[in-house]
């Protein structure tokens, strides 16, 4: 019933999980999948991302305005300064995830994050290195890893962050552009491939 109420809205074809909640068509056409070259929503995107760990999408998605107010927008460079007085305050926030391990690891990625600012430039710069080719890619939808997640995830974990798995980073790679994987029927395919041509490699 709910993918015949989507689809009655406005005609328009989406990949089939937006049909999972009311926000996420929304969300999937003016957000997912746009190639992000910003550091900051690139942080923030991997930090949702760290809390969305065996929780839903949804969940995290209807927290997010409460999540960037409690971790300064995501300005790593703030978050970084975080101590334990910050991280009872965030334990005690119901309007958040009050996991002290995803917490503690935010905190500790935000530290990562400003160190690979000083070594590589930018988290951008980072990350789009990582950027798969996209003729190795199989159909949409079809996978939740590759190899170049796996790589990234290598990488990164190196370099001390937590909570960056393969997974996690294949989902980072789909929201952040890296990877055009909306559906062959889905409006929006051609669109982020538009975008992702359009986009200016860092």
């Known amino acids: 019933m709910k993918q015949e109420n989507n689809a009655l809205i406005d005609q328009k074809t989406r990949c089939a999980w ?4 009311p926000n996420f068509p929304r969300y999937h056409d003016e957000e997912w999948g746009f190639p992000i070259a910003d550091d900051r929503r690139l942080f923030e995107k991997l930090c949702l991302e760290t809390f969305q760990s065996g929780l839903s999408w949804r969940t995290i998605l209807n927290k997010r305005e409460s999540f960037r107010e409690a971790f300064q927008h995501f300005d790593f460079h703030k978050v970084a300064t975080f101590d334990e007085q910050k991280v009872a305050e965030l334990l005690a926030n119901k309007d958040i995830i009050r ?3 995803k917490i503690l690891a935010v905190i500790n990625n935000a530290k990562c994050a400003q160190e690979m600012v000083r070594t590589e430039g930018s988290l951008a710069a980072f990350f789009w290195r990582y950027e798969p080719d996209e003729g190795s890619l ?3 939808e079809t996978q939740t890893t590759c190899k170049e997640s796996i790589a990234l995830s290598k ?3 190196k ?3 937590t909570f960056v798995g393969p997974t996690t980073l294949y989902a980072f790679m ?7 994987d909306h559906a062959e029927h889905c409006f929006m395919r051609a669109k982020i491939d538009q975008a992702r041509k359009a986009f200016k490699r860092p």
Do not use: C, D, V
Not at 18 to 21: F, K, L, Q, Y
Not at 174 to 180: E, P, R, T
């Open 159 to 161: 370099l001390g962050w």
């Open 99 to 101: 996991n002290k391990r």
């Open 138 to 140: 199989p159909q949409p």
């Open 155 to 157: 990488a990164l974990k």
């Open 18 to 21: 937006t049909n999972s909640a």
């Open 174 to 180: 789909q929201s952040m552009g890296l990877i055009n």
